[in-house]
């Protein structure tokens, strides 16, 4: 018997071939796409990191450049969030606006420096590491030098731990590690709710400070000796050497008398 052309070359031959191709071709393609998706999801990483932020046009930017290559102007408002942030998503901002007036406003001008706003948000709960509890978010404001860059800004008003040009933590938080890996994204609503700073106290002397410096202040501007700001822990000399001048005067009227009532008796 003549076996079939079907036989002999292993193919499905007619229209039932071409259908069952196509469909074997298509699942091949989407098993190989959901492989493909899947293995990029697993291996999707976070971390945990301070980011360093600009206000600009009434928001939050992502710096383009590390704070090192940045000199702030005087005015200018900068960013600081400590956050758990995968890759290739939007950087989680500082939770409360750039507000120059509020931060800085109790700040007074200083000639030949610049004023530098800042947030410092440390972020959730959630964001910390395990043990650790995050600061609540504050504003300061740094007076520095008109050279002073962005790194040298936060460093004036906060603890930094700095490790090969990265910051790796502010105000103490975190403790340890520097922008590690997360396994678990933790779950934060989108947008963020706004953050109430905890702000800088008026940079301004007290009035008793004020006082006693003013009472304390030479004619001529010297400032006065430890002795003569003792309360009577110095050697009293003005009323001793009244004493003595009296003294002295007493024993020359006495001698004076004697020596007129020896003339008289001569």
Same mark, same amino acid.
């Given at each position: 018997?003549?076996?079939?052309? *079907?036989?002999?070359?292993?193919?499905?031959?007619?229209?039932?071939?071409?259908?069952?191709?196509? =469909?074997? =071709?298509?699942?091949?393609?989407?098993?190989?796409?959901?492989? *493909?998706?899947?293995?990029? $999801?697993?291996?999707?990483?976070?971390?945990?990191?301070?980011?360093?932020?600009?206000?600009?046009?009434?928001?939050? *930017?992502?710096?383009?450049?590390?704070?090192?290559?940045?000199?702030?102007?005087?005015?200018?408002?900068?960013?600081?969030?400590?956050? $758990?942030?995968?890759?290739?998503?939007?950087?989680?901002?500082?939770?409360?606006?750039?507000?120059?007036?509020?931060?800085?406003?109790?700040?007074?001008?200083?000639?030949?420096?610049?004023?530098?706003?800042?947030?410092?948000?440390?972020?959730?709960?959630?964001?910390?590491?395990?043990?650790?509890?995050?600061?609540?978010?504050?504003?300061?404001?740094?007076?520095?030098?008109?050279?002073? =860059?962005?790194?040298?800004?936060?460093?004036?008003?906060?603890?930094?731990?700095?490790?090969?040009?990265?910051?790796?933590?502010?105000?103490?938080?975190?403790?340890?590690?520097?922008?590690?890996?997360?396994?678990?994204?933790?779950?934060?609503?989108?947008?963020?709710?706004? $953050?109430?700073?905890?702000?800088?106290?008026?940079? =301004?002397?007290?009035?008793?400070?004020?006082?006693?410096?003013?009472?304390?202040?030479?004619?001529?501007?010297?400032?006065?000796?430890?002795?003569?700001?003792?309360?009577?822990?110095?050697?009293?000399?003005?009323?001793?050497?009244?004493?003595?001048?009296?003294?002295?005067? $007493?024993?020359?009227?006495?001698?004076?008398?004697?020596?007129?009532?020896?003339?008289?008796?001569?």
């Amino acid at each position: 018997m003549r076996r079939s052309s *079907t036989a002999r070359t292993g193919r499905i031959a007619g229209p039932l071939s071409t259908a069952l191709l196509t =469909t074997l =071709t298509l699942a091949l393609a989407v098993g190989l796409l959901t492989t *493909t998706v899947g293995a990029g $999801v697993a291996q999707a990483a976070a971390y945990r990191y301070w980011g360093y932020f600009q206000w600009k046009d009434g928001a939050w *930017t992502l710096a383009s450049v590390g704070p090192a290559s940045v000199t702030p102007a005087d005015g200018a408002v900068e960013g600081w969030r400590f956050a $758990v942030s995968p890759e290739n998503s939007a950087p989680r901002v500082p939770r409360a606006a750039g507000d120059f007036g509020q931060i800085c406003g109790s700040t007074p001008a200083q000639a030949g420096h610049k004023r530098v706003a800042l947030v410092v948000d440390a972020g959730l709960a959630a964001d910390a590491p395990s043990g650790e509890s995050a600061p609540k978010p504050r504003g300061a404001c740094a007076v520095v030098d008109p050279k002073a =860059t962005s790194a040298q800004v936060v460093a004036a008003v906060a603890e930094v731990r700095e490790q090969k040009g990265i910051i790796c933590a502010i105000d103490s938080f975190p403790s340890t590690g520097c922008g590690d890996p997360v396994d678990k994204v933790p779950a934060v609503p989108s947008p963020e709710p706004t $953050v109430q700073l905890v702000l800088p106290a008026a940079a =301004t002397p007290s009035p008793t400070a004020t006082a006693r410096n003013a009472a304390d202040q030479r004619p001529d501007g010297a400032t006065p000796s430890a002795a003569s700001d003792s309360d009577g822990d110095s050697f009293p000399i003005l009323p001793v050497l009244a004493v003595v001048l009296v003294i002295v005067l $007493v024993a020359g009227g006495v001698a004076v008398r004697r020596h007129r009532a020896a003339e008289q008796d001569s």
